[in-house]
């Protein structure tokens, strides 16, 4: 299954963003769970935000009041609403989903698994 996260872009610092994460075309992927994660330049991938199956929500200290994490259960569509950007925020973003997934093609493929977006990017300038 491959996931596609995407609205990323360039912003100016006080601006906001939503990114998206969903599966590509031809895949019906039911999220269960999901994070987000970023990765600076120089640094270590961090996890930004998470919503667990159950509903519950965590977010990393740095964001939290500006960030809300979401899923879209009808669309299968996972989300990051970015406010009140900083400098500090621009990074390669990265959704990481949990769920059921049905592939469609000759043969359907049905199964649940974990899954990792490409990335997409964020740069806040000041």
């Known amino acids: 299954v491959q996931l596609q996260a995407s609205g990323g872009g360039l912003v100016q610092a006080g601006e906001s963003l939503r990114l998206s994460c969903a599966a590509a075309?031809?895949?019906?992927?039911?999220?269960?769970?999901m994070a987000w994660y970023r990765q600076a330049p120089g640094k270590q991938r961090e996890l930004v935000a998470s919503?667990?199956?159950?509903?519950?929500?965590n977010y990393a200290d740095s964001v939290k009041g500006r960030f809300t994490i979401s899923r879209d259960n009808a669309k299968n569509t996972g989300f990051l609403l970015m406010s009140n950007l900083k400098p500090e925020d621009t990074a390669v973003y990265y959704c990481?989903?949990?769920?059921?997934?049905?592939?469609?093609?000759?043969?359907?493929?049905?199964?649940?698994?974990?899954?990792w977006g490409q990335g997409t990017l964020v740069t806040v300038s000041s």
């Open positions: 990481n989903a949990a769920g059921d997934y049905i592939v469609y093609g000759v043969e359907y493929v049905v199964g649940r698994g974990d899954f």
């Open positions: 075309s031809g895949t019906r992927f039911t999220i269960s769970a």
């Open positions: 919503i667990s199956d159950g509903g519950v929500i």
